[in-house]
DNA sequence: GCGATGCTTCGATTAGCGTCGAAGCATGAA
DNA sequence: TTCATGCTTCGACGCTAATCGAAGCATCGC
């Protein structure tokens, strides 16, 4: 009965609390150093690197070398969303590190996740695009239609212009606060750095919380309806 | 920067490989006791009285007693979706517990995700559905539209005649083979209940697979185009 | 009633792993 | 060169948690 993928070794690598907190450091998708990851573990160097080594070790996290520094990084949206998974489920069950305080509130509002836009923002986007037949499902995955192509061109950005990665181009992420997808993936990425040159949204340093600002807002609305 | 749901303790929960395959074990959708879960893990009565009990003190479980006997199952859909997204991520880094033998193989044609259907046949059947436009958002999730109430109906089943719970009609459960979504919810139950009914697919016993039929194949093959 | 079965609790053992101090090794700055 | 910084390796400590034997407690069948 034993069938599928072995998720023990990968479950107890995410569960131990300072590798926890290193992960949930990097959903930001921001590339953080060494000493900064023990830090947001709250623990030594020495501790840290231990870590840092059993997660690359486990295809989590990857690092570049830049002098002195090492910059961690996430592996890829794959990563990022099964550990999104992970939040919804303990958001569930009421596992919230704070008790539902206004930082709380904001992370709902939208944040970030990895390198995409989540949270309430998030998943009226995907759903926006959604309504107005932007996607086609292939065997291959999620993919734009015709639709889907003025959407974005309306939004000054091409496609077909997106640096191109072994990643998908549209890939949905489940969101733990909404429970209902929101887009990934390559063009994910790009929405949310076009979002941030518009100055729409930007991000709280520190924190994966997003905030919308005024002209946002009102950009939002009369884009998503 | 520690923001968001704490998932430490969660994912430790489940990393132990004991637990893990007791969850695994649970993933069938089959209520087992606790003598055929400690035999799934491969541990001691005693042993696996501890898990089951850290289990279902972190509501990823419950039980019911019956005569001397205790029935665990999962507490909810909630659960399964989470394992297998953690399941997604372990298959992209080769963790599969065996080399793609055969039985790999029929899990990705069509197997059990706790209480509907998952693999190749789940995707295409919501694909399927998604394409006829079966399923609208709302703010509490996905619901069906009237097509989809009407494709739903053309199956024998009436979609206002399910057993009411505090879960919701119509989720999505994201695949772990076919990394695309797949129906789960009471809609996602019931129809694979009524597949089994109408003798398209048959569980195979001891495990996840979903045997399809020759005329479950054809008919799919004329439902889902 | 009695024994058998299913499961739990208790207690003791053991192993594994997270932790940090100290030392080592690069890179960069003075 | 010399010192400082960033990070890793080594070694030792300590604690947690998984494990099982033995005993206890229900329930079922006779």
Redesign the pocket.
Known sequence: MKDGPNIATLAALIG???RANILTALMSGKAL????LAHEAG????????????LEDGALIAHRQQ????YFTLTGDEVARALEGLMGLAATQGQLRTRTGPKDQELRTARVCYNHMAGEMGVRLYRSMQDRGAFRTTHSGLDLTPQGYDFVRDLGLNPDGLPPSRAPLCRECLDWSMRQSHLAGRLGRALLSRFEDLGWVARVPDSRILRVSRRGEKEFDSILG
Request: proline fraction near 4%; charge should be positive.
């Open positions: 131990d609390p300072a150093t060494a000493s900064e623990v030594t160097a020495q501790t840290a690197s231990s870590h840092l080594r059993k002098g002195r520094h090492r």
